[in-house]
T-cell receptor
Framework: KAGVTQTPRYLIKTRGQQVTLSCSPI?????VSWYQQTPGQGLQFLFE???????NKGNFPGRFSGRQFSNSRSEMNVSTLELGDSALYLC??????????FGEGSRLTVL | QKEVEQDPGPLSVPEGAIVSLNCTYSNSAFQYFMWYRQYSRKGPELLMYTYSSGNKEDGRFTAQVDKSSKYISLFIRDSQPSDSATYLC???????????FGSGTQLTVLP
């Protein structure tokens, strides 16, 4: 069974640009969550989607947004990038028992 | 005060040692307690999951929860070099299905 797949794995952007990250959950998982991981703040919850609806949102500015498609695949977007947005962005899908399975992440560097 | 505080480490031990990793939390609404292991350049993977006070054992790993003290621990017996990773405690509770993570403890087991 394939795991959670995130693309791209690495990317470099400049301040002011926007970025879109993609996540394909494990087959059959309908819930997708996004987390940001930085050395200073650790792992922080961004948002969770279930059946194309945002169920929960963390304490991040409106520049961070996401969506989920009917096939459960999810994207997150960050607009007007800032240096502080450099981070590892992790996607996780949840099985029926509630366990979260993480992808390997998309490492974003903002110059 | 952060909702979840984790002993930061880093921690370096000889092979075969017993390792103790600890977290405290502040919100008594938290109900589910997890330990994740994260290898370098990988996403976190679930090690242990518990929702009650007491001990839960899985092979060389024991998770301990003390809800009265708001304290959780992970013990690793007979530690191996392959256990070298960052260990993250994570807590979930209330109506929001989001994990609150500790900052992580980097463990190195020396052969």
């Amino acid at each position: 069974k394939a795991g959670v797949t995130q693309t791209p794995r690495y990317l470099i952007k400049t301040r002011g640009q926007q970025v879109t990250l993609s996540c394909s959950p494990i087959s059959g998982h309908r819930s997708v969550s996004w987390y940001q991981q930085t050395p200073g703040q650790g792992l922080q919850f961004l948002f969770e989607y279930f059946s194309e609806t945002q169920r929960n949102k963390g304490n991040f500015p409106g520049r961070f947004s996401g969506r989920q498609f009917s096939n459960s695949r999810s994207e997150m977007n960050v607009s007007t990038l800032e240096l502080g947005d450099s981070a590892l962005y992790l996607c996780a899908s949840r099985d029926r028992a509630g366990e979260l399975f993480f992808g390997e992440g998309s490492r974003l560097t903002v110059l | 005060q952060k909702e979840v505080e984790q002993d930061p480490g880093p921690l370096s031990v000889p092979e075969g040692a017993i390792v103790s990793l600890n977290c405290t939390y502040s919100n008594s609404a938290f109900q589910y307690f997890m330990w994740y292991r994260q290898y370098s350049r990988k996403g976190p993977e679930l090690l242990m999951y518990t929702y009650s006070s007491g001990n839960k054992e899985d092979g060389r790993f024991t998770a301990q929860v003390d809800k009265s003290s708001k304290y959780i621990s992970l013990f690793i017996r007979d530690s191996q070099p392959s256990d070298s990773a960052t260990y993250l405690c994570a807590i979930e509770g209330g109506s929001a299905r989001q994990l609150t993570f500790g900052s992580g403890t980097q463990l190195t087991v020396l052969p």
